[in-house]
């Protein structure tokens, strides 16, 4: 199964991811985990990723796909994955697209986790995770027993850098303008699934599976929009939707043509040349001669466009 989580810094996408992997053997592929572990690894691509991170910013799309291709080529990776942060704007998605097409190995689903503003304000500024075991807490609505401790290994506990107001605000217009129109990509391709991504964990998690489940048993049918009327120019050809059947899924692929179909005009009968006979022909052609030389020769037509060039 190959699905992608969109979804607001902080609708609960790495919280989720992790219980989907657990669920469904595939890994959790999460950019911004990739990017923070070469940071701390201290590789250059992490140094060069790092000024926009701490900005809020988005990474170049050249170090994120290049990140991408190289952990989908794995081998964990070839029954399907849970992409969590990426794609972040149109042209990773394109690429992701293309990627997988190569492959053969296209997306089943787009699910979007929907949270709204407050929450996801409260959810991130309170979001303290475990470096050691990877358990996540939040210190308003699901706090450790001891203060920043795991309760499950007892590691201290992480506050992301990029967990404060003035990041968050960045994150979130940045997810606004580049991110949030990805909802409609997938919307168009039929993969959108959105799901109300508020309330208790374990609560958001059976409403994934609801999404999920017919997905992972091969027999869920993506929702393609309605085909456009097809205009039909005369005489021209008409591009019309085709949907393939492949192993029991529509597939969209591209347009094909096809010629329109116009009424035959019913073809006219041309008469048989007539043959005139030798003598005939002769005394035609020696009335014509005569008819012309007894015709005042006509003054040819100065023409004002054309000029005389004068020799120098
Ligand atoms: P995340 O853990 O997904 O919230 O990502 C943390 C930060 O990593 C983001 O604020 C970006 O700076 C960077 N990042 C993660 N994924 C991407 C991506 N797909 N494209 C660009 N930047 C990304």
């Known amino acids: 199964m190959r699905i992608v989580l969109l979804g607001a810094p902080g609708s609960g996408k790495g919280t989720q991811a992790k219980l989907l992997m657990e669920k469904y053997r595939i890994p959790h592929v999460s950019t911004g985990d990739l990017l923070r572990a070469a940071l701390a690894a201290g590789t250059p691509l992490g140094l060069q990723a790092k000024a926009a991170m701490d900005a809020g910013q988005l990474v170049s799309d050249e170090i994120v796909l290049g990140i991408i291709r190289e952990r989908l080529r794995h081998n964990d990776a070839k029954k399907g994955f849970i992409l969590d942060g990426f794609p972040r704007n149109i042209i990773q998605a394109q690429a992701l697209d293309s990627m997988l097409h190569n492959l053969n190995q296209p997306l089943d689903a787009a699910l979007l986790l929907d949270v709204d503003f407050d929450a996801l304000m409260q959810r991130l500024t309170g979001r303290r995770t475990c470096e050691n075991c990877g358990a996540s807490y ?92 097809v205009k039909s120019v005369k005489g021209k050809p008409v591009a019309q939707p085709v949907v393939l059947p492949v192993k029991g899924k529509l597939l969209p692929v591209k347009p094909v043509m096809s010629p ?21 022909v002769a005394a035609r052609t020696a009335s014509k001669k005569s008819a012309v030389k007894s015709q005042p020769r006509a003054k040819p037509a100065k023409s004002p466009a054309k000029k005389t060039r004068g020799r120098r």
């Open 138 to 229: 939040n210190i308003y609505t699901n706090p450790p027993r001891l203060d920043d401790q795991c309760d499950r290994c007892g590691a201290p506990l992480h506050h992301r850098a990029d967990d404060n107001e003035e990041t968050i605000g960045n994150r979130l217009r940045v997810y606004d303008a580049q991110t949030k129109p990805l909802i409609d990509f997938y919307r168009n391709q039929g993969r959108l699934e959105s799901i109300n991504a508020v309330g208790e964990v374990q609560a958001i998690f059976k409403r994934l599976l609801v999404v999920l489940e017919p997905i992972a048993k091969g027999v869920r049918k993506l929702k393609l929009p309605p085909p456009s009327p």
């Open 260 to 280: 329109v179909k116009s009424p035959r005009k019913p073809i006219a009968k041309v008469p048989p040349k007539k043959t005139l006979p030798k003598k005939a």
